[in-house]
């Protein structure tokens, strides 16, 4: 079992007011639509039809409190890291010596997306599991999301400047001498740089897709392909691939790169609004064949939605973006590979790069990625799209214990 130690903060569940609640309602109420003509394949956006039952539903039938009450079922803390407002959800290990773990989420995610794979990865047992992988879990809402609000402060956050701060919290606040960490999306780069950063006081880390650190460099950050225009000659197929996987991030790069202030306005003072914008991406980005219900059910969208609305937190948390551009990355050593901690990474089908299949994604990215990463656990996994611990939790809990069993 665990050992038993006083936690250095007191625990503070997660309530809104019945204030706020009140305000979304008549939000709701009011919303004003536009017309979406010729519009029910989503192919000008997110269709009207099913975003009005789904906003009808969310006024009159969905209970934040329910949602409330399965999240407070974890512990719950508040603190300041560097003068920086910090939430954080937690899970005590259950085994003979559970390892610190800090996982990240990205955008447009929420803390709670980890919520399928906390209790496996803290209490191994419970689920058939190994005592002796168990985690001590600390899943934190980054700064300027969720609760960790509001980012008044620091308008310059982005994910090199986060992972400082989740390195002070493991090892200042929290008081651990090496802890784990793992992360997608934006939390994939924030874990990459703990990794390039901290290597000696991290045991490995465990990441989905492996971004390059630089990622979000260069004058045109914003632009996927980097003003490049898609090779001739390609198979029918793979330039088809090319122009959807295009079609799925251009508006969200550009306007989070170059607008996100602008973007800001409209999101904040519509609930519809910022559930649309979060539904494209929940949509287009999962694996869900087109029926984002396969994957989220109501409540599930409703709950991360949420967690933007009830903290405005939407323009702070698509700010990362343009201020990974302002502010870029770089290195501060020179050695080589530039992410020093030991990696283990999962990758997944919707991800696949135009061409690459599932069984030649490993390859791909060794070779893409050289110099990089020090990988010790990659793995390919027919299914599952952006949300991995959401979407295929099973074949992430067993790919990140892979990761650090021999690594404790």
């Known amino acids: 079992m665990s050992r038993s130690v006083r936690f250095p903060l007191e625990s503070t569940p997660v309530h809104v007011s019945d204030e706020v609640l009140e305000d979304l ?15 029910d394949d ?8 099913f975003l009005q039952e789904l906003a009808e539903y969310w006024r009159d039938e969905y209970d934040w409190r329910k949602a409330e009450a399965a999240i407070n ?17 937690r899970k005590p290990g259950v085994g003979p010596e559970p390892v610190p773990l800090i996982l990240t989420h990205g955008w447009p995610w929420t803390f709670w997306h980890w919520s399928k794979v906390i209790d496996p990865l803290a209490d191994p047992a419970a689920s ?10 600390i899943v934190p809402s980054l700064p300027g999301f969720g609760f960790s609000t509001p980012l008044t402060d620091h308008p310059d956050m982005n994910f090199w400047k986060a992972a400082d701060l989740w390195h002070t919290l493991m090892t200042g606040t929290l008081g651990h001498e090496k802890y784990a960490a793992a992360g997608c999306d934006i939390g994939g780069l924030i874990t990459s740089q703990l990794g390039h950063k901290y290597p000696d006081e991290l045991h490995a880390i465990h990441i989905g897709s492996g971004l390059n650190l630089d990622f979000f460099t260069g004058d045109r ?18 330039h088809q691939q090319i122009v959807a996987m295009e079609r799925r991030n251009a508006v969200h790069l550009c306007a989070h790169t170059l607008d996100p202030s602008t973007l800001a306005y409209g999101l904040t003072d519509s609930p519809v609004g910022v559930l649309a914008w979060l539904l494209e991406r929940w949509w287009s980005w999962s694996d869900c064949g087109g029926d984002v219900e396969t994957v989220f059910s109501r409540d599930d969208l409703l709950t991360h939605a949420m967690i933007y609305w009830v903290n405005n937190a939407i323009g702070t948390s698509i700010r990362y973006y343009a201020n990974a551009n302002r502010y870029p990355w770089a290195p501060v050593h020179d050695r080589r590979p530039v992410v020093e901690a030991p990696v283990g990474i999962t990758f997944v089908g919707h991800e696949n790069p135009p061409g690459v299949t599932t069984e030649q994604r490993v390859g791909f990215w060794s070779r893409m990625r050289e110099g990089w990463f020090n990988p010790v656990n990659l793995t ?8 991995i611990p959401w979407e295929v939790p099973e074949a992430w809990v067993d790919d ?5 069993r021999d690594r404790r």
């Open 25 to 39: 309602r008549t939000r709701l109420r009011l919303t004003r639509w536009p017309d979406d003509i010729a519009n």
């Open 42 to 49: 989503w192919s000008y956006g997110v269709g009207r039809a």
């Open 73 to 89: 079922a974890y512990e719950h803390y508040r603190t300041e890291v560097d003068g920086v407002p910090v939430h954080f959800m």
């Open 128 to 137: 058939g599991g190994d005592p002796s992988d168990a985690f001590d879990v």
């Open 221 to 238: 950050a914003w632009d996927l392909s980097r003003g490049r225009p898609i090779p001739e000659g390609l198979p029918d197929d793979v």
């Open 380 to 387: 390919a996994h027919d299914h599952g799209g952006h949300f």
């Open 400 to 404: 990140l214990r892979r990761t650090f």
